[in-house]
């Protein structure tokens, strides 16, 4: 899988991984700083051990992925496309790049939908293909990052969302900047990545996706009540 390859890991170790990495952790706390619960599941090893979700509200973090990454060990180990866990047990799902690295993007969001409770949050890091980062993924023979040659646009994403029955509350942009190793330190760099600015005003390269599980309950039909013919005494009223 693409998401464990060594390529892919020695990416992140770079300034330019570390400085997205450290971007996309800022953003997700920011993003969703009101999301609660007692399980929130990230499907794919993405960042150092539980980087992304160390600040989340919600009570308890699983990790799951293919296989054991350089810098992350998961919790339990399966295929994003079938996960081992009961339906309707998770309050937050977490999809770092995880659908630019499986071979079966459909199947991944089938189960992460299958795996929330209702009303549950799903929450989806991605790369715009028409950006810098994008072109360059599809001009690099092994993608890139490494490993990342098909890239969702946002608006399919979010019809495959309205399919599977969520509502998109939040889209927000971020990687104003080229894909080109920054100078200095990765912390400041990502703060640059967050904000179009004068210093970083090319468009978006990635965008967060929060999304809700609607549960629409059924609604009751009301018997309509018959018009009863008037009554004389016991008799019915001829008709003329």
Not at 138 to 163: H, K, N, Q, T
Request: charged share 20%.
């Amino acid at each position: 899988m693409a998401e464990s390859s060594p390529a892919l890991w020695s990416w992140q170790l770079t300034a330019l991984g570390r400085a997205v990495v450290t971007a996309e952790a800022r953003l997700l706390a920011e993003c969703c700083d009101d999301v609660f619960g007692l399980e929130l599941l990230q499907v794919g090893a993405w960042g150092r051990e539980r980087e992304l979700v160390r600040s989340s509200r919600v009570r308890r973090q699983t990790v799951i992925a293919s296989h054991a990454a350089g810098g992350q060990t998961p919790d339990i180990v399966a295929s994003a496309a079938v996960l081992p866990i009961c339906s309707g047990s998770i309050d937050a799902v977490l999809l770092p790049h995880s659908l630019e690295v499986e071979p079966d993007p459909g199947a991944v969001l089938r189960e992460a939908e299958r795996v929330l409770v209702g009303e549950g949050q799903l929450i989806i890091f991605g790369f715009r293909p028409w950006s810098p980062w994008g072109l360059r993924a599809a001009a690099s023979r092994s993608g890139y990052p490494p490993g990342f040659r098909r890239l969702l646009s946002e608006r399919r994403l979010r019809d495959w969302l309205v399919l599977l029955g969520f509502e998109v509350s939040l889209v927000k942009y971020y990687l104003h900047v080229l894909p080109a190793e920054p100078k200095g330190d990765p912390g400041r760099s990502a703060l640059g990545m967050l904000r179009r600015g004068l210093f970083n005003p090319l468009p978006a390269g990635g965008y967060l996706i929060r999304a809700r599980k609607r549960v629409y309950a059924p609604t009751p039909l009301r018997m309509r009540r018959r018009d009863h013919a008037p009554l004389l005494g016991t008799l019915v009223n001829p008709s003329v």
